[in-house]
T-cell receptor
Framework: EAGVTQFPSHSVIEKGQTVTLRCDPI?????LYWYRRVMGKEIKFLLH????????ESGMPNNRFLAERTGGTYSTLKVQPAELEDSGVYFC???????????FGSGTRLTVV | DQQVKQNSPSLSVQEGRISILNCDYT??????FLWYKKYPAEGPTFLIS?????DKNEDGRFTVFLNKSAKHLSLHIVPSQPGDSAVYFC?????????????FGKGTKLSVKP
């Protein structure tokens, strides 16, 4: 079984540019989560999809962040325009049901310069 | 304000000995707790969990203890192996483990020396 796949693994962009992160969950997993870890700090929840619907987006920092999950399969997280404080590792996770043994992807390391 | 605290950024243990990683929480509404393990350049991997109705859960070399009155949990690894060297994250949630997001601590880096 393929795991959770995230693309790209690394991204370096300039302040003000746009970046789109992609997550392919495990096939059949209805629940998809985005988390972020800023260097040296805790991993923080961003949002939760159930199929294509946003179940909880309380962790989204501001309206520069837009997450989509069209068709309930893969998800994208767009940051537009990127700011320096957006740098960090963005993790995606998925689960089949409402349990917490999430499977995480390897993350996308975003650096905004 | 941090709701889940891992006050030891790092821990070094000799192979074969016990590793004890600690975690404190402040929110009394948390009722489900988890430990994740993370290797460099990889995502966190679920290790073990415990519901607040229990005070202990064991899985092989890993045991999690929960002290609700002290709002404290710990992860014991016995015996410790070099492959256990990783960052361990404590996480909590308040919906019995069935929904809602996870609140993570900052992690403890465990080094197991041969």
């Amino acid at each position: 079984e393929a795991g959770v796949t995230q693309f790209p693994s690394h991204s370096v962009i300039e302040k003000g540019q746009t970046v789109t992160l992609r997550c392919d969950p495990i096939s059949g997993h209805d629940n998809l989560y985005w988390y972020r870890r800023v260097m040296g700090k805790e991993i923080k929840f961003l949002l939760h999809f159930v199929k294509e619907s946003k179940q909880d987006e309380s962790g989204m920092p501001n309206n520069r962040f837009l997450a989509e999950r069209t068709g309930g399969t893969y998800s994208t997280l767009k940051v537009q325009p990127a700011e320096l404080e957006d740098s960090g590792v963005y993790f995606c996770a998925s689960s089949q049901d409402h349990t917490y043994g999430y499977t995480f992807g390897s993350g996308t390391r975003l650096t905004v310069v | 304000d941090q709701q889940v605290k891992q006050n030891s950024p790092s821990l070094s243990v000799q192979e074969g000995r016990i590793s004890i990683l600690n975690c404190d929480y402040t929110n009394s509404m948390f009722d489900y707790f988890l430990w994740y393990k993370k290797y460099p350049a990889e995502g966190p991997t679920f290790l073990i969990s415990i519901s607040s109705i229990k005070d202990k859960n064991e899985d092989g070399r890993f045991t999690v203890f929960l002290n609700k009155s002290a709002k404290h949990l710990s992860l014991h690894i016995v015996p410790s192996q070099p492959g256990d060297s990783a960052v361990y994250f404590c996480a909590a949630t308040g919906y019995g483990g069935s929904q809602g997001n996870l609140i993570f601590g900052k992690g403890t880096k465990l080094s197991v020396k041969p």
